[in-house]
């Protein structure tokens, strides 16, 4: 079975651009959630979908949305990019039925806002 | 809400020595527990987790980690570190509704440095 992939890998964009990144979980899965690494805060969620529908979101700005397709697909976007969106940005998927489901997380999104 | 405290930030220990990774939890329920690692510009990769299935749970490469409730800790041992194990690791509880949405908690990471 293929991974839970990510696209780009990397990507350089400056402040105040806007930036979408893609989410392919692994086949079956119907739970996608996001995260947001960084040096300084460490790993934080930032929202969960599941069927298409968000269930649950962390403490960020209305700047980061999120959507999911039908298909489980999932995109993240982050508008009006600061300095401090730098960060890498990782998906995880899993069967979205339990609390002890194993997330299996994405290589991830490297993001550089100049 | 379940929050995940790592104790030390940095472990150094030599080749064959036994490696100790230290996470205690705070969880108002019974707590689903999780240890990733992260290998340099790569994903996490999960290592075990805990569903209250056995206290001692076995995962790849090696490590264990023992639940201790009157503890609150999930901390994650290997009896004999290899170079390969030099990696970011970190602890991680399920914080969301059961049925409902998910979400992991993690700690702060343990960076392990393993010296030949």
């Known amino acids: 079975k293929a991974g839970v992939t990510q696209t780009p890998r990397y990507l350089i964009k400056t402040r105040g651009q806007q930036v979408t990144l893609s989410c392919s979980p692994i086949?079956?899965?119907?739970?996608v959630s996001w995260y947001q690494q960084t040096p300084g805060q460490g790993l934080q969620f930032l929202f969960e979908?599941?069927?298409?529908?968000?269930?649950n979101k962390g403490n960020f700005p209305g700047r980061f949305s999120g959507r999911q397709f039908s298909n489980s697909r999932s995109e993240m976007n982050v508008s009006t990019l600061e300095l401090g969106d730098s960060a890498l940005y990782l998906c995880?998927?899993?069967?979205?039925?339990?609390?002890?489901?194993?997330?299996?997380f994405g290589p991830g999104t490297r993001l550089l806002v100049l | 809400a379940q929050s995940v405290t790592q104790l030390g930030s940095h472990v150094s220990v030599s080749e064959g020595a036994l490696v100790l990774l230290r996470c205690n939890y705070s969880?108002?329920?019974?707590?689903?527990l999780f240890w990733y690692v992260q290998y340099p510009n790569q994903g996490l990769q999960l290592l075990l987790k805990?569903?209250?299935?056995?206290?001692l749970v076995k995962g790849i490469n090696g490590f264990e980690a023992e639940f201790k409730k009157s503890e609150t800790s999930f901390h994650l041992t290997k009896p004999s570190a290899h170079m390969s194990d030099a990696a970011e690791y970190f602890c991680?509880?399920?914080?969301?509704?059961?049925?409902?949405?998910?979400?992991?908690?993690f700690g702060k990471g343990t960076k392990l440095t393993v010296n030949p």
């Open positions: 995880a998927s899993s069967t979205g039925t339990t609390l002890q489901e194993t997330q299996y």
């Open positions: 991680a509880v399920s914080d969301g509704t059961q049925g409902g949405s998910e979400k992991l908690v």
């Open positions: 969880s108002s329920v019974p707590p689903y």
């Open positions: 979908y599941f069927s298409e529908t968000q269930r």
């Open positions: 805990y569903t209250s299935a056995a206290t």
């Open positions: 086949s079956g899965h119907r739970s």
